[in-house]
């Protein structure tokens, strides 16, 4: 199954082989378990504010921005989008009843994953839309010695966000900047391409932009979502849990560093 994914993308791709050298992981969802707390919150958000957006189609739209969403429901609901003003006093509304949520637990299988990643060799980063000020910290906190601050991508750093493949060129432009040069010394680094990477998602905007970055896209579906929905937007390989796919890491390595 793995080898005929493998085989798949390359071809679709031009490539002759992987040349895989860095893992780039988004975080909601994929590395805390954090999306029923997005989800809880926007639902109630929305009904406060006499809109209707229920808990599971929170999950499609995840990584999409505040306004975003609030426009998508704004537009089917009443016809016309929110102005500037409500798109903030609902955002705000929303992060308030976030804030009040327990605080997101490690996904579970996710650390061990990460350490198994590093240990074969390739590189963790994260890519994601959050712009928690606290990220790093926490971060560090729950994945101790495993990410790098100027390997992870996040919301200030990217001007569009998910679904645009933007944040995973960014993490792909990152890696080449932090890593193919030594001691600040500039080396020519034309080699680094997407068959470099594999990315990590949870989410159908985030697969799509994974897959339109010319990554090989793995999901996870932690989610209530049908994992048709992961598929067809696109994804490489789909795994119901981080667990299973720590548990799987092995072969998908193999499969992912095997000449084709
Ligand atoms: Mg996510």
Same mark, same amino acid.
């Given at each position: ?54 808990e599971w189609?929170?999950y ?25 003003? &409500? ?6 509304? %929303? ?7 327990? /605080?997101? $637990? #490690?996904? +579970? ?56 493949? &933007? ?6 432009? %990152? ?7 030594? /001691?600040? $010394? #500039?080396? +020519? ?34 989610g209530p979502l ?35």
């Amino acid at each position: 199954m793995i080898a005929d994914a493998v085989e798949r993308y390359l071809e679709q791709h031009g490539y002759e082989r992987m040349a895989l050298k860095a893992a780039m992981f988004d975080m909601d969802g994929v590395l805390f378990d954090s999306m029923k707390n997005h989800a809880k919150s926007w639902h109630e958000t929305m009904a406060h504010f006499g809109l209707d957006l229920p808990e599971w189609e929170a999950y499609m739209h995840e990584g999409r921005t505040g306004a975003g969403t609030i426009n998508i429901v704004s537009m089917r609901q009443r016809g016309y989008e929110a102005t500037d003003e &409500e798109i903030q006093r609902i955002y705000q509304y %929303k992060s308030n009843l976030f804030n009040q949520c327990p /605080k997101a $637990e #490690r996904m +579970p299988g996710a650390y061990e994953l990460l350490c198994k990643v590093k240990a074969s060799g390739v590189v963790p980063m994260v890519v994601t839309g959050s712009g928690q000020k606290t990220l790093l910290e926490r971060l560090n906190r729950n994945f101790p010695d495993i990410f790098r601050q100027e390997l992870m991508v996040t919301a200030f750093d990217v001007k569009y966000g998910k679904p645009n493949p &933007e944040p995973y060129l960014m993490g792909m432009e %990152k890696y080449k900047r932090t890593l193919s040069s030594v /001691k600040g $010394e #500039r080396r +020519p680094c034309g080699e680094i391409a997407a068959n470099n990477f594999i990315v990590v998602e949870n989410a159908p905007l985030g697969v799509q932009a994974g897959v339109a970055a010319g990554v090989f896209t793995i999901a996870v579906n932690t989610g209530p979502l049908p994992d048709e929905v992961l598929l067809n937007q696109g994804a490489n390989l789909l795994f119901h849990s981080m667990q299973e796919f720590c548990d799987e890491w092995e072969n998908v390595f193999e499969g992912l560093t095997v000449d084709n």
